[in-house]
């Protein structure tokens, strides 16, 4: 499974509440046709004041081929399709996102942990997007993210969903991966986690102390992008 996320950034002069008026009830309803989509998920803030991006596009394929038919790749911000909802999803964007402030990210979704057989609508996720450190190389990072790390970072409790994801080119892509862990409480997820605001974060037992610490051998975590929301499942 593929997937394209695209960390959202409202346009100059529009409020967040008017942002996500917009988003919900006009542009999600061309984006879950766009041709090729399996599953379209939405991520909003659960503290806006606190977070780092006004929300969270997730688009999902089955096939890599057909999501850059679609969405272009990763270093296509300038992507203009011609043709079918994709033609007017990008048109749209237009009315309310800030395109240049907006990251973006294509990868290969690995699911480490599911005790909820797929079912994310409704939870709580925390999305840190991965920065590797300074004279590390990505497969380096990959190798340590994947055999040593996400051992860990799996068994943090409260975690009931723990998805990697990994740019299916590394050398355009604007973070080394993407880690996602899901909740079904924001109480579990903030002591798991903290909150978006807590990049100090410093838990003191458990598989989080174990995690908050093993970042440190191959994370930047100041480059380190991460947002908390609550999902809500769109098409699938």
């Keep these: 499974m593929y997937k ?131 004279g590390m190389s990505h497969e380096e990072f990959v190798d340590y993210w994947q055999t040593n790390h996400t051992a860990i970072a799996r068994e943090i409790e409260g975690v009931v969903k723990y998805d990697t994801v990994l740019p299916v080119t590394p050398e355009e892509s604007e973070f080394d991966g993407i880690a996602e862990l899901y909740f079904e409480d924001l109480d579990a997820l903030h002591d798991a986690l903290g909150s978006e605001g807590s990049r100090d974060y410093d838990p003191d037992k458990g598989k989080a102390k174990e995690a908050r610490e093993d970042v440190n051998n191959f994370l930047a975590l100041e480059d380190r992008p991460r947002f908390i929301g609550k999902e809500t499942v769109q098409k699938d």
């Design 4 to 134: 394209h996320v695209a960390l959202l950034v409202r346009k100059d002069g529009m409020t967040h509440d008017e942002f996500v008026d917009y988003w919900q009830n006009n542009h999600t309803k061309i984006a879950r046709e766009i041709e090729g989509v399996t599953k379209y998920s939405t991520v909003l803030p659960v503290t806006p004041d606190a977070a780092e991006f006004d929300g969270l596009a997730e688009l999902y394929f089955e096939d890599l081929d057909a999501l850059h038919d679609a969405l272009g790749s990763e270093g296509s911000r300038d992507y203009d399709p011609d043709k079918g909802k994709a033609k007017e999803a990008r048109e749209d964007v237009d009315n309310f996102l800030a395109l240049e402030e907006r990251p973006r990210f294509i990868g290969e979704v690995v699911t480490q942990k599911d005790e909820v057989d797929g079912d994310t609508d409704g939870l709580y996720k925390h999305s840190a997007f991965l920065v590797r450190q300074e």
